[in-house]
């Protein structure tokens, strides 16, 4: 068993997570209008847990906490396979629990500077955090609903391994190019491509959001 899996991205009409490679997708962001961050808002306050990868906590510093509205900021759940991640991240204030997953080849020193910072550091897998095993434990834990805010390699990796149920996308109105600028899915072409269902689409002010059932 698993929690369900809903992935929620801001993009530009060209599928660009931000303005160039490196770059905060904060930049990208700028150009969303109030209403639309209260939608993201709105998800984030109806889930159990929300996710991204460490290379958007070094990059981004979110917070990942609900503000645009009323209600309860989500757990905090950031897989990183060796811990590397700043330990005066947002990510680790007191306004939410955060789990930090990790593979077994984190440094143990590293892991015990993460358990005095989080709630609890998760070790599975190998190599690399074990996905699919990271989203199990999480569902023993309670943890039934999964917002995933993550960048173009954890999104692959979740669309390779088949963990996604839904996709939600804000659309900025720009176009940004480049063949190096990450992309709602980045890593190599899915063996078999995913397919969508619209279930619907709307405005909030005069942003455009979809909603996507994945066809299984």
């Not at 989500?74 to 997953?101: E, K, Q, Y």
């Not at 954890?154 to 963990?163: A, I, P, S, V």
């Not at 109105?173 to 980045?186: E, I, K, M």
């Amino acid at each position: 068993m698993r929690p369900y899996v809903l992935v929620v991205s801001e993009v530009s009409l060209d599928g660009k997570l931000t303005l160039s490679k490196g770059a905060s997708s904060k930049l990208l962001l700028s150009s969303m209008e109030e209403e639309a961050f209260k939608y993201l808002h709105e998800v984030r306050a109806k889930v159990d847990a929300i996710m991204v990868g460490c290379e958007t906590v070094r990059i981004d510093n979110p917070s990942l906490t609900v503000r645009f509205v009323s209600g309860k900021s989500p757990a905090r759940v950031i897989p990183c396979s060796t811990g590397d991640i700043p330990l005066d991240s947002n990510i680790f204030s007191p306004d939410a629990p955060t789990f930090v997953a990790v593979s077994k080849r984190a440094p143990k020193e590293r892991i015990e500077a993460l358990k005095e910072v989080c709630s609890g550091v998760l070790i599975l897998g190998e190599e690399r955090v074990d996905l699919e095993l990271l989203l199990s434990e999480l569902y023993n834990m309670g943890f039934k609903s999964l917002m995933v805010e993550g960048g173009a390699i954890l999104n692959y990796e979740l669309f390779r391994l088949g963990l996604v149920d839904e996709l939600r996308l804000i659309h900025i109105p720009l176009v940004v190019g480049g063949q190096d600028v990450p992309s709602l899915v980045g890593g190599q072409c899915l063996e078999l491509p995913v397919k969508f269902r619209l279930r619907s689409h709307f405005k909030r002010g005069s942003q455009l959001i979809s909603e996507w059932e994945v066809v299984k």
